[in-house]
């Protein structure tokens, strides 16, 4: 079996794919670069992969279905779960769910959540020197939070909790009313976690869904704001009919 041992620097090895992955994880190696950037411990048969996504999906969204509007979203979020670089995921970068209400977007995060509790993921944040217990790794599990809720908790705590959780997961970005309240206005809120997040020594994950469009997120968002997201996170699309109105 192919193992994988420290090399020099510049002599990372590369993952080329999940089954490579799921191989290496298989073997027991401890993954010590931040290039692995997953690890399992629950690791599915790489042909399971997608049974046991959809298996987990339909536990947390009775009825949930996989068809063609919204395979490409499913692929990519379990990509990013699996660390499998090979369709231009970057499993190091967050997740940006954009679509219209209703397509779905909200129940992705809760099937991934599933998903990922289930094969046991982890990522690796960093390796803190003074503390020989920390091994980096962090379980790849998220509370989901509501932008509204966050906003709320703001304004009573003068804090947002956990805003720096290794996962953080923010649903609803753009439904924060805007009226200033005890200083800091909802939007402000939202843009002070987002840069928090990003700005973090160490590779936080954050998940965002929204159905806003690029534009409406332009007109919204200070123009720092807009370029965090585009470049720290995945975006995928997330298509097709408002599911609600098809029940
Ligand atoms: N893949 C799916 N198969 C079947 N039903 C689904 C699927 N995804 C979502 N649903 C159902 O469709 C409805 C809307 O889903 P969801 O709340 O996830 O959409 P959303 O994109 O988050 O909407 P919004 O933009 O309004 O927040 C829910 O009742 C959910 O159970
Ligand atoms: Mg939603």
């Known amino acids: 079996m192919e193992t994988i041992a420290a090399k020099g620097k510049n002599e990372q090895p590369k993952i080329s794919s999940i089954k490579k992955l799921s191989e290496i994880v298989k073997s027991g190696e401890v993954i010590a670069s931040p290039i692995y950037s997953r690890r399992f411990s629950n690791p599915p048969k790489v042909e399971e992969i997608d049974s046991v996504f959809l298996e987990e999906a339909v536990k947390v969204v009775p009825g949930f279905v996989w068809d063609e509007t919204n395979n490409d979203a499913i ?95 923010l649903d609803d970005l753009g439904t924060e009313v805007d009226v200033r309240r005890w200083g800091e206005s909802a939007v402000n809120v939202i843009r002070i976690l987002i840069a928090r997040r990003c700005e973090w020594n160490a590779p936080l994950l954050t998940l965002i869904s929204t159905n806003l469009d690029a534009h409406a997120l332009q007109e919204r968002y200070d123009d720092r704001t807009i370029s965090r997201l585009r470049g720290e996170f995945n975006i995928i699309p997330v298509l097709g009919r408002d599911r609600r109105q098809h029940k």
């Open 75 to 169: 692929t990519r979020i379990i990509d990013w779960a699996v660390g499998d670089r090979s369709r231009g995921v970057d499993p190091n970068k967050g997740l940006l769910l954009m679509g219209p209400a209703g397509t779905g977007k909200t129940s992705l995060l809760l099937a991934l959540r599933a998903f990922c509790q289930r094969i046991g993921a982890q990522f690796f944040i960093s390796r803190k020197s003074s503390d020989e217990a920390d091994d980096g790794w962090r379980p790849l599990l998220w509370m989901p939070r509501h932008t509204i809720d966050v906003v709320e908790e703001y304004r009573e705590l003068g804090h947002i909790p956990n805003v720096s959780a290794p996962v953080y997961a």
